[in-house]
Structure formats: C-alpha cells, structure tokens
C-alpha cells in the first residue's frame, strides 16, 4: 500500500506525519510505502522547518534527510491513498483531482483517524516551538490511529 501525506510547504507538517505514520505501521508489522508533498512550490528541496527536525529528534525521530517536494497529478495514479493536513490542502488536492477515481483516495488526515478535536492537523509554521510540539503530539495520535485501522480493514 502507498501512502502520500500532503500538506502546504512539506516542511512541518506533512514530513513529520511521513515519519510517524511510517513508524507506527512498522510498529504494527503493517506493510506501508510512505511519502509526503506540499501543494505549493514554495520549498522545493529544502530540508524541514528546522523546528520540526528539533521537536523530533526530542522524540527520538530523524526527518532531517527528508526533502521538500511539491504534490503533482502524477501522484494521483502512484498512490493508493492521499491524506491532507488540512481544509485548504483537500480543497487544492480536490481540485487537481481531475477524475472520480483521484477524487476517491483523498481524505482528510484527521477525519480518518477519527479525531475531532482538532479536526485538521494545525500549521505550525507562523508559530513556536510550543506550537510545532502540540503539532508533533496530534501528528503521532492520529498516526498510530490510521496505521491501526487499516490494518484492522485488512485482517
Ligand atoms: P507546512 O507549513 O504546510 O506544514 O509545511 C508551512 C510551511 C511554509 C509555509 C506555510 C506553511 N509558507 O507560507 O511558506
């Protein structure tokens, strides 16, 4: 199964759900491939927000090797499910989504989780490093979450 975790820059938010959602499947010996995008060009190549990298390697993670892309239609056919951080990235993703079959593998990363509250994966970026923590723990709930109820789908 593959897996692209898709947020505005790919600098906060989507690196770090790539992260924690790749450790809690293998975690659970679920079989994932996972990656992560921005919808905007802004940060191509770029390493991610270096309050990202501090909040996780406090949490025993490294994303500092990750690199910034940007989400293209492409990803449409190369994977199999496509999560959004928050409102704006399902409605641009949404958009792009040019076929009922694109549309069908966008959900909203929190939606699918479950969690209400909050119920979009806030953006740090204009934040502190408190912010980018409170990011990190609702980033890792979900997570472990969704890598537990696909795994329950398909047993
Ligand atoms: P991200 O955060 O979408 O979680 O990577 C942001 C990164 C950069 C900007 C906004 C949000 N920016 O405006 O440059």
């Given at each position: 199964?593959?897996?692209?975790?898709?947020?505005?820059?790919?600098?906060?938010?989507?690196p770090?759900?790539?992260e924690?959602?790749?450790d809690?499947?293998?975690?659970?010996?679920?079989?994932?491939?996972?990656?992560?995008a921005?919808?905007?060009?802004?940060?191509?190549?770029?390493?991610?927000?270096?309050?990202?990298?501090?909040?996780?390697?406090?949490?025993?993670?490294?994303?500092?090797?990750?690199?910034?892309?940007?989400?293209?239609?492409?990803?449409?056919?190369?994977?199999?499910?496509?999560?959004?951080?928050?409102?704006?990235?399902?409605?641009?993703?949404?958009?792009?989504?040019?076929?009922?079959?694109?549309?069908?593998?966008?959900?909203?990363?929190?939606?699918?989780?479950?969690?209400?509250?909050p119920?979009?994966?806030?953006?740090?970026?204009?934040?502190?490093?408190?912010?980018?923590?409170?990011?990190?723990?609702?980033v890792?709930?979900?997570?472990?979450?969704?890598?537990?109820?696909?795994?329950?789908?398909?047993?």
């Open positions: 199964m593959k897996v692209l975790m898709v947020c505005l820059g790919n600098i906060c938010r989507s770090i759900a790539e924690l959602f790749r809690a499947c293998q975690k659970i010996g679920l079989q994932v491939q996972v990656d992560s921005g919808t905007a060009s802004y940060h191509i190549g770029k390493a991610p927000d270096s309050r990202m990298i501090r909040t996780a390697s406090n949490f025993g993670h490294d994303i500092s090797t990750l690199r910034a892309r940007q989400f293209k239609p492409s990803d449409f056919e190369l994977f199999d499910v496509i999560f959004a951080m928050d409102d704006e990235n399902f409605s641009d993703l949404r958009k792009l989504a040019n076929k009922e079959e694109y549309a069908s593998k966008i959900y909203r990363f929190q939606d699918y989780a479950e969690v209400l509250v119920d979009f994966v806030p953006d740090p970026y204009y934040g502190t490093q408190k912010d980018f923590e409170h990011t990190f723990d609702i890792r709930t979900s997570a472990i979450k969704i890598a537990e109820k696909i795994k329950n789908k398909q047993s």
